[in-house]
């Protein structure tokens, strides 16, 4: 199934849901409709394709995926959290509206998610209940929300290597891993072990990436600012290990993750495999 037109039928999908004429859906689309990757959702429908399900019947599924996602960068952008004006080469909702629409767009695609996982007709009650368990500890006190609270309680802070895990364990895996879980839940596979390496691993590779990609890529390339972490003193890969190390890591954690996923014995697993080493390997 090819990349691009799942991504377009995404698109349509999420423009869909927020299709009323008013302000606030309006802030949303815009908060929607960006150059982003959009790689959990894209993950899930890939993982779907290749357990021999219709991407069609989960699109819901994978529409709530990318409006969490999008809740935390609109939330994270705000000067309250990481004042960034600029994402995916063009303003920030906040700074495109207000930054009062900008915490009620947050506030519409965190509820709204819920809403959309509900709608799956050919889950099971059950099947709906441990997805929305698997949503809300992922997301909240527990997962990203917990994640992004260290980060901001580690700026301007020495910290070791360990507690910058443990960040982006939260922080970034714990959202990556959910793809991987509902693959799980929908073959009522009990052992969530192979799944939490593959989110785990993939998830610090794609930080280290991303801290990498903060000091040696320009805002004309990555659509944000750069250096930002090196301005707030804010614990990186790159700083405690270095560049080069850095990448060994990401590499490391990326062969980690490949492993798992074809021990998975998916259909398609190439098409996954390909879709994560692109993603992991740009501008690197």
């Given amino acids: 199934m090819a990349i691009d037109f799942l991504k377009v039928e995404l698109q349509k999908y999420l423009n869909l849901i927020y299709s009323d004429d008013n302000h606030l859906h309006e802030a949303i689309r815009y908060s929607l409709n960006n150059k982003g990757k959009k790689v959990r959702p894209l993950l899930l429908l890939l993982l779907l394709e290749s357990i021999e399900l219709s991407s069609s019947h989960y699109m819901p599924l994978a529409a709530a995926l990318e409006m969490v996602h999008t809740y935390s960068l609109v939330h994270d952008d705000l000067p309250a959290i990481d004042n960034d004006n600029y994402r995916h080469n063009r303003l920030t909702v906040h700074r495109q509206f207000n930054e009062a629409t900008a915490v009620l767009v947050g506030d519409s695609l965190l509820t709204d998610a819920f809403l959309e996982i509900s709608k799956v007709t050919t889950l099971s009650a059950d099947q709906k209940m441990k997805i929305v368990s698997l949503f809300a500890t992922s997301l909240g006190s527990r997962g990203m929300v917990y994640g992004q609270s260290l980060d901001i309680e580690y700026e301007n802070k020495a910290i070791d ?16 891993t959910i793809p991987f879980k509902i693959i799980g839940i929908i073959n009522d596979d009990e052992d969530n072990s192979l799944y939490e390496e593959i989110g785990t691993n993939l998830g610090i590779a794609f930080q280290i990436q991303d801290d990498i990609l903060d000091v040696v890529s320009t805002f004309e390339v990555l659509g944000k600012s750069t250096n930002k972490d090196v301005a707030v003193n804010k614990g990186t890969y790159v700083k405690i290990l270095g560049i080069e190390r850095s990448k060994e890591e990401l590499v ?17 697993d190439e098409d996954i495999l390909n879709f994560i080493g692109y993603l992991i390997k740009r501008e690197l």
């Fill in 161 to 176: 290597l360990e507690t910058l895990k443990e960040i982006h364990l939260n922080k970034t895996a714990k959202l990556l």
């Fill in 252 to 268: 490391n954690r990326y062969e980690i993750a490949t492993i798992a996923i074809k021990k998975l014995n998916l259909k398609y």
